[in-house]
């Protein structure tokens, strides 16, 4: 009997070793796989006060509270400048919209011959809805009225600033484009020092609620030939409809165009951080709401197949894993 105690003893030592021994192993290759992950992780946002800088900034919470990694947002003038600065190595997270990525993957418009080809996109981030906001006394009905009139554009780089003389060319009429952070023109907006404000933004946003506490506003979309001419010339572009209610102005369903915009990264990230980040994403999600309500809307995985940047290395590796079949085009060189 004191035999058959003994050898159970040693058994149960035995197990017990074989477990600590597994946790060991288990420890060290978790800890192998983050020795090459950053000690900082800089995100992109845009200026201070936007729908983008604060979802940007939640982004770089979640980062921080799930994957203890400290992470810091950044200013930026916007998309064009986040490409550049991930494309160089100078941020490692970042908010860009499908024209902009477009444009500096092919080097074209902003990018000026400038092949910007070491981003890759993450997760989907919000579709940015376009319309100008004007104030209801404005004598501007349709886009085309703002032929010669002051129009605040955003930051130079920023989805507006780039894209909106796409859709006036297709329209034929030259507004004057004033600069600034968004705070500054929607300032100039109601001290009747510009006509409207150009916006492709997610909703709610902030300004545009401030902006109709206080003044009563309209917002004008691109009407459906502009439209449709601006999404055939520039497909990473789509239809889309601003819902009713979405401000105090917005009292039906309003049709415009939208882009995407994606979280992008350098295609030097560690594929183990790429994938913790966009696993992370899907899985806290609802924390992310309180950075943008609506951000449970678009967490689908469906909504990178339009990136016009192939997906990082890590990122495929989560998708797939999830069972999503995804287009040829989102798979980088380096992971064919």
């Known amino acids: 009997m004191f035999k058959n105690a003994q050898r159970d003893l040693n058994l149960g030592r035995m197990l017990l070793l074989c477990a600590l021994l597994l946790l060991t192993f288990a420890t060290a290759a ?24 604060v979802a940007t900034a939640r982004f770089g ?4 509270e799930f994957l203890k990694v400290s992470a810091t947002t950044e200013t930026s003038a916007g ?12 941020l490692e997270l970042g908010g860009a919209t ?6 500096g993957w092919n080097g074209l418009a902003w990018a000026k011959g400038t092949n910007y080809q070491n981003v890759r996109a993450l997760v989907p981030f919000y579709p940015a809805f376009t319309y100008v906001t004007v104030l209801a006394s404005s004598s501007v009905k349709t886009l085309k009225d703002l032929d010669g009139k002051k129009l605040g ?9 780039t894209q909106y003389p796409k859709i006036f060319e297709i329209l034929g009429v030259k507004p004057n484009y004033v600069l600034g952070t968004f705070g500054d023109i929607q300032s100039q907006l109601k001290d009747g020092l510009i006509e409207g404000v150009a916006y492709m933004a997610a909703y709610p946003y902030a300004a545009q609620i ?10 004008v979309p691109p009407d459906a030939a502009t439209a449709d001419a601006f999404v055939k010339k520039y497909p990473y572009f789509s239809k889309g409809v601003f819902p009713a209610g979405s401000y105090k102005s917005v009292k039906v369903d309003m049709p415009t165009v ?19 980040i966009t696993k992370t994403s899907f899985e806290h999600v609802d ?22 940047v192939p997906l990082h290395r890590g990122a495929v590796q989560y998708y797939r894993e999830k069972g999503v079949k995804l287009p040829a085009s989102l798979i980088p060189p380096e992971g064919k």
């Open 153 to 161: 554009v955003g930051p130079r780089g920023g989805t507006p600033q």
């Open 30 to 53: 978790n800890s192998a796989d983050r020795s090459n992950w950053p000690k900082q992780i800089r995100v992109g946002g845009a200026s201070i006060g936007g729908t983008m800088y």
């Open 79 to 90: 998309p064009a400048d986040n490409i550049k600065l991930i494309n160089r190595g100078e």
């Open 258 to 276: 939208v882009v995407w915009m994606y979280f992008i990264a350098n295609k030097s990230m560690p594929d183990s951080l790429a994938y913790e």
């Open 98 to 103: 499908a024209g902009p990525l477009y444009e």
């Open 287 to 308: 924390y992310l709401k309180s950075g943008l309500p609506s951000w449970d809307k678009y967490m689908k995985a469906e909504n990178m197949f339009g990136s016009p």
């Open 61 to 64: 919470n979640m980062v921080q």
């Open 210 to 219: 401030e902006l109709e506490a206080t003044h009563d506003a309209r917002l």
